[in-house]
């Protein structure tokens, strides 16, 4: 199994960057891809970003293309760090992320699998990003 706990959030206006870090631990961490979703009041959870076991393959939501980045340390055999870097914010934005865990043995081009909030595993407390503008 994998734990996450996941840090980063906070207030900036718009136009603004934050990182989100995501500390996923566990002896099978490798195994795990991992996703960023977020959730605003009163809307469902929705995929920001995914990044697959390795590091090397990325998965974007197109409201964020272009403006936010995934990337992963695997540096520690059992405790991996994934981040968001979130450029240019917009109020859009504004919501509670979570970082994710899935069992990553499909192939990556299956977008829809890494992307759809119910076929991943573990998930971290939530960080709440806020951007004013």
């Known amino acids: 199994q994998v734990r996450l706990v996941d840090s980063g959030g906070g207030s900036v206006q718009a136009g603004g960057s934050l990182r989100l870090s995501c500390a996923a631990s566990?002896?099978?961490?490798?195994?795990?891809?991992i996703g960023w979703f977020r959730q605003a009041p009163r809307t469902e959870r929705e995929f920001v970003a995914g990044?697959?076991?390795?590091?090397?393959?990325?998965?974007?939501?197109d409201s964020v293309k272009g403006r936010f980045a995934i990337s992963r340390d695997n540096s520690d055999n059992t405790k991996n760090m994934v981040y968001l870097q979130m450029n240019n914010l917009v109020p859009e934005d504004t919501a509670v992320y979570y970082c994710a865990a899935i069992y990553g043995v499909r192939p990556w081009q299956d977008s829809e699998h890494y992307s759809a909030r119910e076929q991943y595993d573990a998930w971290g407390q939530g960080t709440q990003v806020t951007v004013s503008s």
């Open positions: 990044i697959n076991r390795l590091g090397g393959d990325m998965l974007y939501a």
């Open positions: 566990g002896r099978a961490v490798k195994d795990y891809a």
